[in-house]
């Protein structure tokens, strides 16, 4: 029986988008001829085209749904500059030669710095904060190696990070749930909708062209360039960017090969009485945990309520079943929150690679930025940075996640039929890591 958990309000819809809903909006024509195509209209295809369009150079950004249709509106807006890098859909954090896992730290540390100067620059109103975050500790063992990789993330990514242990854990989140835990004091949040209305409508102010309802069909090659078939119409372009990310279809089949999508769910609570509410999480950080099928939480921007993500499946199911299982992990950690009412529930993708590191780089003649590995906000928005500059010609360095490495497996040919099956072992290895420790 499904538990008396929603609210007579309940929406399966985002709660950002109660201030941005995608809309394709007064639908822009497809030109015929442009300098670059972007296909896919998140973070990264708009931060693509507004920095081609900063070096003049002209793009189209075509968008097969309404615009802000995938992850980019539907993230738990927890923005990070590194602390995630090379963690798995497993758990596991990949074995990376340690001079690439410095640059790749930089790079990271890099991606925070670019999305703080773009919301200034563009004067993005999106509830930009930098209160840092909280990663609890899984089991004891959890916390010793969070110890160990401090030293890594301050040397390379200025992650201001530090130990919290289990008796002061209090000062951090209202709960002894976990076993002490890592603050990195460089970390924000905001608001995910927002942030990609205020991308969209700097593209706009630049006059690119952002085509909703604009699937793309077919790729060709058609003299020193492209042949992009869309639903709306054809378009030749000299390059081709691809960031579909978690929603790469066959229309590139070497890349969706190369990404495995896998759903990540959230529910937002009805308004919580004030005093309870400002008691969860005392220093308003954003929160996640060690585990391998983890957890993500907020408070929503105006303090009022628990926004709680975590993978209750791999897949896309439906809100009652996603919400009560997100639900009895919100109140395992906050049991002071039963009782509360769900008002919204939602899903969207992302895209973990098999080595778990974010990848952009040119495949068959294509540019790619993708593979946000759950935590995109900055790095997604860098990699479309960082792929303009590279087709403009201005990038002054090349960025370590630019190789020409994108690792496949003979056994994975895009089908990511086994996600229910590895995430149910996945949890049941979480449970007996806790019952051990
Ligand atoms: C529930 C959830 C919670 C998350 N929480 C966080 C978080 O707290 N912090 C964090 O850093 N990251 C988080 N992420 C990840 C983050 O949202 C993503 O990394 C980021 O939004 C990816 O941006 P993108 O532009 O690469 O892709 P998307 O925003 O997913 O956009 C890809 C677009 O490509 C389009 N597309 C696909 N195929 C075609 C085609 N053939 N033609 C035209 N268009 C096409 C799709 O319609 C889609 O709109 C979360 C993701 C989810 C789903």
């Known amino acids: 029986m499904v538990p008396d958990i929603f609210d007579q309000d309940f ?12 809309t394709a909006g007064e639908l822009v024509d497809v030109p015929r001829s442009v300098r670059v195509a ?35 509106t539907r993230n738990g807006g927890a923005v990070s500059g590194g602390v995630n890098v090379g963690k798995s859909f497993t758990g596991r954090t990949t074995d990376i030669d340690p001079v690439r896992v410095t640059a790749m730290l930089a790079d990271a540390s890099d991606a925070f710095a670019l999305i703080d100067r773009l919301i200034e620059e563009e004067g993005i109103a999106c509830c930009w904060e930098k209160p840092g975050r909280f990663v609890g500790a899984w089991t004891k063992k959890h916390f010793d190696a969070q110890t160990h990789r401090l030293a890594v993330l301050n040397a390379a990514a200025q992650g201001a990070a530090y130990m919290v242990p ?66 709306r119409g054809t378009v030749t372009a000299g390059d081709v960017v691809i960031a579909t990310n978690g ?24 308004e919580l009485p004030e005093g309870l509410a400002r008691s969860l999480v005392p220093k308003g950080r954003t929160l996640s945990d060690t ?24 897949t896309q199911v439906n809100a009652t079943v996603s919400a009560p299982i997100l639900y009895r992990y919100m109140t395992d950690r906050f049991p002071q929150l039963r009782g509360v009412k769900v008002t919204h529930a939602w899903t ?13 780089g040119l495949r068959d003649g294509l540019h790619y930025c993708l593979g ?16 303009a500059r590279k087709i403009a010609r201005v990038a002054n360095y090349a960025c370590s996640f630019d190789t020409e490495d994108f690792p496949e497996h003979p056994l994975y040919s895009g089908n990511p039929w086994f996600l229910p099956i590895v995430g149910g072992y996945y949890r049941l290895r979480d449970n007996l890591d806790r019952l051990l420790t």
């Open 11 to 22: 929406t399966p819809t985002p709660y950002w988008w109660e201030a941005y809903r995608p």
């Open 38 to 72: 972007i296909v896919g209209g998140g973070y990264a295809g708009l931060s693509a085209a507004l920095e081609l369009a900063k070096r003049d150079v002209d793009a189209v950004v075509l968008e097969a749904n309404e615009l802000g249709f995938g992850a980019s």
């Open 166 to 231: 289990r008796e002061r854990q209090r000062e951090e989140i209202a709960s002894d749930y976990y076993f002490g835990g890592m603050v990195v004091d460089r970390s924000g949040k905001l608001h995910p909708a927002l942030y990609y209305r205020g991308l969209l409508e700097a593209c706009r102010r630049r006059g690119v062209a952002v085509c909703a309802k604009a699937t793309v069909t077919a790729l060709s090659p058609s003299g020193a360039g492209w042949r992009v078939e869309s639903g």
């Open 247 to 270: 929603y790469t279809g066959w229309v590139t089949p070497a890349l969706r090969r190369r990404v495995v999508p896998l759903a990540s769910h959230i529910i937002a609570t009805k």
């Open 291 to 314: 585990k391998r099928v983890l957890c993500y939480y907020r408070m929503s921007p105006d303090g009022r309520r628990m926004v709680f993500g975590g993978r209750a499946r791999f």
């Open 348 to 360: 969207g993708n992302v895209a973990f690679t098999l080595d778990a590191l974010p990848q952009m």
């Open 372 to 387: 946000c590995n759950g935590s995109g906000v900055a790095m997604m928005t860098y990699l479309g940075w960082q792929t």
